[in-house]
């Protein structure tokens, strides 16, 4: 069974940091590659970031690339995203996911979490 739970969101203003959490059920978080995806408003789910399951390869988009940093502990099957110096476009619903690569980013799983809000001011 898939369980994706996401946590750790809220308001701030421009400039400000936040650092999500992703929990995830042992069978979907062992031994993959996790990403994160986010969904604003009136548009389609788009990649954030990626990690691969020992933590060694990393992937992001362009658009967050030295503002976001994606890591995990495989011993609490979490992954996180600190997202620092968050401007007014990073607003969206974040989601977590299992991948296939940290190149691929393609998801493992259709299905989604609730997601968390993130929600930047300018």
């Known amino acids: 069974q898939v369980q994706l739970v996401e946590s750790g969101g809220g308001s701030v203003q421009a400039g400000g940091s936040l650092r999500l959490s992703c929990a995830a059920a042992?069978?979907?978080?062992?031994?993959?590659?996790m990403g994160w995806f986010r969904q604003a408003f009136g548009k389609e789910r788009e990649f954030v970031a990626a990690i691969g399951w020992t933590g060694g390869s990393t992937s992001y988009a362009d658009s967050v690339k030295g503002r976001f940093t994606v890591s995990r502990d495989n011993a609490k099957n979490t992954m996180y995203l600190q997202m620092n110096s968050l401007k007014p476009e990073d607003t969206a619903v974040y989601y977590c996911?299992?991948?296939?690569?940290?190149?691929?980013?393609?998801?493992?799983?259709?299905?989604w979490g609730q997601g968390t809000q993130v929600t930047v001011s300018s």
């Open positions: 996911n299992a991948v296939y690569s940290t190149s691929a980013r393609t998801t493992l799983y259709d299905y």
């Open positions: 042992g069978r979907t978080f062992s031994r993959n590659a």
